[in-house]
Each structure stands twice: as structure tokens, then as C-alpha cells.
């Protein structure tokens, strides 16, 4: 599979979308979020993917400011929190003016919160008006995906973001994305923070004869699944290391043999429960 760390994926609305960004979810508001933004597009990055719920849109924009890199040529992502359902557009436009940009490529409902029907057609809207390139859906499965189309939309979304490594593979949810031209994207790719995989002693073998480390091989995994991969890190060597997935292929048996490690194990929160979360787990707004 020819792929750089240049290359893009095509959305179904011709948008194109980078096979690698760099994720920020926990990622600390100031210096040490700027920094990694600014690390990672230095090294050849080009997508940043954040959210209201991360506290730390401000913090990404003045790294993309910062960085000499332009606008255009950076695919910025971030995601509407269920605080801002009843009027996306004030969600929008707030988070772009802690961005400190005109526009986002790429807008996303963060779950499926009640009422995200009525929320995804005021977002066809959004993008209507160029307030957003590209409109999606993160941590929907395919109920809710078949719940939008039935729902009277004219814009199927055009990217799913989900939790996706080895031990959650997602493979029927893959498959109806695909049948869909639903571009999937996998945060968590390597498993989750204080969760990693890479110590697995299938993925240890195959270091061995790959000559990568194990984390380069789950993420290529992914990539060669044809999936977007925004893996987290504030260190420049480990960024660096996140991109280093370009010059190698996993033979299809090894494709096979990650795949198996499927358990269905999904660390974060239950996309079916989320309206039931407790409050105490509710992100506290900072920035």
C-alpha cells in the first residue's frame, strides 16, 4: 500500500483528509499542547484533531499560528459537545474563535447524544456556508448511523471517528462505513492511555522481523485497513516515532493475525449509555 505521510484519504463530499494527524484529547491547555502542535506539524503532519471537550482549542490554534505552516495546507478537526446541541452554530463559532480560524476542515457530532438528528441537519447548514468543510459523527455505531439516514438527511456523514485498535477492531461497523463511502477514522489506535498493546508478544515478533517498533506496526495495521489514525503524544520522539509508518507493509497475514486479537474490548465510554454517564465524569470547560 503506497502511502507518505503526505498522503490523504478521499471523503465522499471530495474533501481530502490526511491518513495520520496528531490527537490531543487529554492533552493539557498552554504550553505543552502548543508545543506538540507545533512539533508535529514541523515533522510533516498535517491534521490536528481536537474538541470543546478537551479544553485546549485555544492552545491547538496557537500552535497552527505559530507554526509557519499554512492554513490551507492543515486539516484541523474539532467536535461539538452536547452542551451545544440545541445551537451548533454558537458552538461552531465559539470554537473557532478560540482556534482563531475562519473555518474548520472537518466538524463532528463528539457522540450520540439525544437529539443528534435534529443537531446533524443544522450542521448540513454549517458546512452549507463554509463554516466547516467536512461534517461527521464520532463514537456512532451503526444504529446510529442508520437512525440519521432514516431521519431525513441530505448529507451522509462523512467521517466516523471510533475507538479502534487490535482488541476492538470494529470490523462490522467498518465494513458498513465503507459500504457507505463513511471515511472511519480510530482514535485510541494504540489502546488507550495507560492501556497499550504494544507489549502484546504477537506484536513483539513481528518487531523483530518488521524492524519497527510495535506501535508503528499497530498503526500501519490500521492504515492498511484503509482507516485514519490520530494517535496522542507531547513528546517529540514519540510524534516522530508515530510517523514513521511510510516505508513498510504488513503482509496480509500479519494483517490477519492482529485482527485476531479482536475482544470486542472497548475502553472507553458505552456509545449506547452515554446519555446516562454521570455527572462527575462530565469534562470541566477551562479553556
Known amino acids: 500500500m503506497d502511502l507518505s505521510i503526505k498522503s490523504c484519504f478521499q471523503l465522499n463530499n471530495g474533501v481530502m483528509m490526511p491518513v495520520l494527524g496528531l490527537g490531543v484529547f487529554k492533552s493539557p491547555s498552554g504550553d505543552i499542547t502548543r508545543e506538540a502542535v507545533k512539533t508535529a506539524l514541523s515533522i510533516g503532519y498535517r491534521m490536528i484533531d481536537t474538541a470543546r471537550a478537551y479544553g485546549n482549542e485555544r ?3 496557537e500552535g497552527i499560528a505559530q507554526s509557519g505552516i499554512p492554513r490551507e495546507e492543515i486539516f484541523v478537526t474539532t467536535k461539538l459537545w452536547k452542551t451545544d446541541f440545541a445551537d451548533p452554530r454558537k458552538g461552531l463559532t465559539d470554537s473557532l474563535k478560540r482556534l482563531k480560524l475562519d473555518y474548520v476542515d472537518l466538524f463532528l ?103 519497527r517498533t510495535p506501535a508503528q506496526i499497530i498503526l500501519r495495521w490500521n492504515l492498511q485497513r484503509g482507516i485514519v489514525v490520530i494517535p496522542k503524544s507531547v513528546h517529540e520522539e514519540r510524534i516522530r516515532e508515530n510517523a514513521g509508518l511510510f516505508d513498510f507493509d504488513l503482509s496480509q497475514g500479519d494483517l490477519a493475525t492482529i485482527s485476531d486479537m479482536n475482544a470486542n ?11 446516562k454517564r454521570p455527572a462527575w465524569m462530565e469534562p470541566k470547560f477551562t479553556d
Open 59 to 61: 492552545s491547538v490554534g
Open 109 to 211: 457530532l463528539h457522540w450520540p447524544f439525544k437529539g443528534f438528528g435534529e443537531t446533524w441537519i443544522k450542521l448540513e447548514q454549517l458546512q452549507k456556508e463554509g463554516l466547516c468543510r467536512a461534517i461527521g459523527v464520532s463514537n456512532f455505531r451503526i444504529h446510529h448511523l442508520e437512525e440519521l439516514k432514516k431521519g431525513g438527511i441530505s448529507v451522509i456523514p462523512q467521517v466516523n471517528q471510533m475507538e479502534i485498535h487490535p482488541v476492538n477492531t470494529e470490523e462490522d461497523l467498518c465494513n458498513y462505513c465503507r459500504r457507505n463511502h463513511i471515511q472511519m477514522e480510530a482514535y485510541s489506535p494504540l489502546g488507550g492511555e495507560g492501556r497499550l498493546l504494544v507489549d502484546d508478544p504477537r506484536l513483539v515478533g513481528m518487531r523483530e522481523y518488521y524492524k
Open 265 to 275: 474490548d472497548r475502553r472507553n465510554y458505552d456509545p449506547d449509555a452515554i446519555d
